[in-house]
Every structure is written in C-alpha cells, then in structure tokens.
C-alpha cells in the first residue's frame, strides 16, 4: 500500500506541470483499454478485432511476472489514470488497485472486476488433503475419511479463488460484459463489437463442448500437481479430481517431506503415469515426487495457468483459445 501510495505522489507531482482539458483531450485521442492479465488482453483484442488497430490496448503483466507478485510501475498507474476502461481481477493479489483508482480521478472510465461481475459463479480457495495447510490441522481434527477413494475438499479458507479464466464458461460471461462496455464507450461501433463478441462466443462454447466430450471417459479422474493449484475452475466444470501440493495463491515453492510423500502414494495407489505442474514450475518438485515412487517412471506434464505470458508471446500469435487448446491436450494425456 505505501509503494502504491508513493507512485500516486510521483503520478500527482507530475501531472501538475501539465494541464490539460480533459474533454478535448478525450475527443482526440483513441479509446484506451488497460488490463492487467493476458486471458483479459486477448478478449478484449477478439472483440475489437478490426479496431484493434485503431485502439490502445495495454497489457500490464507482460514480462512473465505472476499477477501473485505484481507491483506497477508509475506508468503503469498513469496508463490505468488515462484508461477508457480498465479491466482487473479484483482479488487479493491485486489489491493495489484500490488505491490506483482513489487515488486517479476520472468521470468517464468504466471498470470490469472479474470477481465483482462473475458473483456467484466465484469459488473459494480450497485446501485438500494433502496440501502443506492441510498437514498443520491433521492433528487437530478427527480424518477418519481421509483415506477413502473420493478425498473430501476442506473449505478452510474463505478467500477467493482468483484464477476464474480457466473457465470456458466464466469466460463466455466475462466476455459479454466487455461487450457492453466497449459499446458504452464507442457507441458508434457498437454493432461491430456485438457481432465480434457472438463469433468469439461461438468458439468458447465449443471448445467447452469439446473439452466436454473429450474428458467425459478418461481411464482416470483424478491428477496429482507437485506444485500450485490454479486450475480449480478448469477441473470443476469437467468433473476432474486432484491432489497438490499447495493452493493455486500460495506463495510457497519447497513443499515439505510429508507432502512429497503423500502426493507419491496417491500416484502409486491411483497408478497414474503422469505428475502435474503448472508453466513457471522449474520440475524440482515433481522430480522428487516421482522419485519417490514404486515405478519412478512417470512424465511430467505441464498445465498452463497463463499467469506468466511475455510480450514475446502475444508478439507470436499466443493466444487464450490456443492456450486452453493445448491445455484439452495435456489433460487427455494426463488422464488417458
């Protein structure tokens, strides 16, 4: 918050040198989008689609930073002080953003928090067993199910979940608030962005229906993540269980002997031959796990959380559907 508050000083001490009319400022220049993640980036880039080019659209989080351990830069407050719409996820992760907006005044800018619009469809961080949190309460509480074959989630935590991007669905539904925003904006175009967004729409829905028919019948329903576990939405929409070493928030990388070892029973007694990790994983983790198993033979698997996409990336035609694609394959592996 002080860090914040110091860039918001800078940005104030600044702009005192330079006034300026707001309105004719806002009728001469082109519509300026800010969003802090990639997933948001590349939505709103399908919906402008031809007025891309005519539009300034900015990526915050586009040198491989996690969105876990962001901080702007002054010129990242004053794009988001200038924007015409500013798209966030609205968790603690970037809860810098509270004092960004009170402390940038601007009448006309529209905002889109993730977690304000999907309301109920946002779940809570979970702790299941296994995980580094759940080994601090064993003791203390009576497990005499916790060896069954369906795990019990453990709803220690009340704060949300913040990787709703994973979703297909929650995708379809952020997409059409961004819809009604760009339209609020630049009515002019309004029709554009509307057949935009049902085309991209289309494509959402079917590769939802496609991860549908594709995970309904897999050998296996459960995965083992020797890592974070961002991906909660993604499992959930298609029924798929899992086992990790820590939640998809946690700051934490080394997980402790107990947890290695009980992520390399679970891959023993469920006789996977594949251990998960999520991109910006360096394997040490998921090496030790297998190690510690009976074969010592299984792959490792990458799932893609898109929390670390560089400029390089976008720069080469990444894309959220080209990501989500690879990721139906990587699961299909994993559960095969």
């Excluded at 919906?47 to 969105?67: F, K, N, S, W």
């Excluded at 990787?163 to 309004?190: R, Y």
Aim: aromatic share 8%; glycine share 2%.
């Amino acid at each position: 918050r002080i860090f914040v508050i110091f860039l918001m000083l800078s940005l104030f001490i600044g702009g005192c040198t330079q006034p300026s009319d707001p309105k004719a400022d806002q009728e001469d220049r082109r519509l300026k989008i800010v969003a802090t993640t990639f997933p948001q980036y590349d939505w709103v880039r399908q919906i402008l689609g031809e007025r891309a080019d005519d539009t300034e659209l900015l990526l915050l989080l586009d040198d491989g930073t996690d969105l876990h351990s962001f901080q702007p830069s002054v010129e990242d407050i004053a794009n988001i002080a200038d924007s015409d719409l500013f798209i966030y996820v609205g968790g603690e992760s970037d809860s810098w953003v509270h004092d960004a907006l009170e402390s940038t005044h601007n009448d006309h800018r529209v905002l889109i928090n993730l977690l304000e619009i999907l309301d109920s469809h946002v779940k809570n961080e979970e702790v299941v067993e296994g995980m580094e949190h759940h080994h601090d309460h064993e003791h203390e509480e009576d497990h005499e199910h916790e060896h069954e074959e369906t795990h019990e989630h453990e709803h220690e935590h009340e704060e949300a979940d913040e990787h709703v991007w994973l979703s297909l669905k929650n995708a379809i539904l952020i997409n059409e608030k961004i819809v009604e925003a760009l339209s609020e904006l630049d009515p002019d175009h309004a029709n554009e962005y509307k057949q935009n967004g049902e085309v991209y729409t289309d494509k959402l829905s079917a590769l939802d229906d496609k991860y549908q028919q594709a995970l309904s019948d897999t050998r296996t329903r459960t995965l083992v993540f020797a890592d974070r576990f961002p991906f909660r939405y993604l499992l959930d929409d298609y029924e798929i269980e899992y086992y990790a070493a820590f939640s998809g928030c946690s700051a934490e990388v080394e997980a402790s002997f107990e947890t290695v070892i009980f992520l390399a029973k679970k891959v023993n007694e469920l006789e996977l031959s594949h251990v998960m990790t999520i991109e910006s994983s360096d394997l040490s983790m998921a090496r030790t796990v297998i190690e510690n198993t009976v074969t010592k033979d299984q792959e490792i698997l990458v799932l893609d959380s898109m929390q670390s996409i560089t400029s390089e990336q976008v720069a080469s035609g990444t894309s959220y559907l080209s990501i989500m694609e690879k990721n139906l394959q990587t699961l299909q592996e994993a559960l095969q």
